[in-house]
Nanobody, 120 residues
């Protein structure tokens, strides 16, 4: 069994900051790429940022220079530092990780989602 547990969402004013965390736990052999996605009401889920085990990063154009993704490989944890938040950033944020289990084939796992609300 593998779980991704997110934390750090909440309500913040425009221009504020939040830091999301997501920890993978369970019967894990290794964690490859990790990332954050978000889904706003009435919209499709979209990529926010990804990071490889070698710390190469990729960002959506809409969050570049405002958001920073990082990870701690020893803790199987990924973070998303969000600065200069805008109302358009309001969404449920989901953690994603490609994980090899001790037994079974590697696969994608998703967290339960954490709400981020930015008030104007």
């Amino acid at each position: 069994q593998v779980q991704l547990v997110e934390s750090g969402g909440g309500l913040v004013q425009t221009g504020g900051s939040l830091r999301l965390s997501c920890a993978a736990s369970g019967s894990i052999f290794g964690v490859a790429d990790m990332g954050w996605y978000r889904q706003a009401p009435g919209k499709q889920r979209e990529l926010v940022a990804t990071i490889t085990t070698g710390f190469s990063t990729n960002y959506a154009d809409s969050v570049k220079s405002r958001f920073t993704i990082s990870r701690d490989n020893a803790k199987n944890t990924v973070y998303l530092q969000m600065n200069s938040l805008e109302p358009e950033d309001t969404a449920v944020y989901y953690c994603n990780a490609y994980i090899a289990r001790l037994f079974g084939r590697p696969q994608d796992y998703w967290g339960q989602g954490t709400q981020v609300t930015v008030s104007s």
